[in-house]
C-alpha cells in the first residue's frame, strides 16, 4: 500500500500477535474485549477459564505485517499444547500447559485484519520497511 512496495500488495498479510498475561506483565485487556476476540471458540467448554487467564493481567498487542506473516507467526509460536509444540518454538520452549501457552497468533489473514482492527485505534499503528527487505523477499 505504501510507497515503494516491492511485493504484490495481495501477497501481504497481517497477523494479530498477543504476548498473553503470563508473558509479560504490561498494558490491558478488558473482559468484553476478549470476549470478542475469542468469539468463535465461545461454545467450547473451555471459554470462561480463557476469558479469565486472559483478562488475570495486562497484555502486550502487536501488529506484524508481512509476505505469508500468519503461517510463520502461528510456526515460531507453535502447537496449541506446548506438549505438541515443537522445540525451538515459543510454546515448545517457554509454555507447559495448553491454558498457560504464553502468546497468541491470528489463524487466518481474515482474522488478522478483524483481530488488529479490535486491539488497535487508527493512528496507533506504525509502518515501515526494513531496508534489508530486499534480501529477505524476493
Ligand atoms: N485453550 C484452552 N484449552 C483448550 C484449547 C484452547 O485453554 O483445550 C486456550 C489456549 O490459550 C489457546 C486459546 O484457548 O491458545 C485459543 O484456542 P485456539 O484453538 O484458537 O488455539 P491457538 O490458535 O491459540 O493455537
Ligand atoms: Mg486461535
Not at 22 to 35: E, F, I, N, T, Y
Request: hydrophobic residues 40%; charged residues 25%.
Amino acid at each position: 500500500v505504501q510507497r515503494g512496495r516491492i511485493v504484490a500488495a495481495a501477497e501481504v498479510e497481517q497477523s494479530y500477535i498477543m504476548i498473553k498475561p503470563d508473558g509479560v506483565q504490561r498494558g490491558l485487556c478488558s473482559k468484553d474485549l476478549a470476549q470478542e476476540h475469542y468469539k468463535d471458540l465461545k461454545d467450547k467448554p473451555f471459554f470462561p477459564t480463557l476469558i479469565n487467564y486472559i483478562t488475570s493481567g495486562p497484555v502486550v498487542c502487536m501488529a506484524w505485517e508481512g509476505v505469508g506473516v500468519v503461517a510463520s507467526a502461528r510456526k515460531l509460536i507453535g502447537a496449541t499444547n506446548p506438549l505438541q509444540a515443537e522445540p525451538g518454538t515459543i510454546r515448545g520452549d517457554l509454555a507447559v500447559q495448553t491454558g498457560r501457552n504464553v502468546v497468541h497468533g491470528s489463524d487466518s489473514p481474515d482474522n488478522g485484519k478483524r483481530e488488529i482492527a479490535l486491539w488497535f485505534k487508527e493512528g496507533e499503528l506504525c509502518e515501515w520497511e526494513s531496508v534489508q527487505t530486499p534480501w529477505l523477499i524476493e
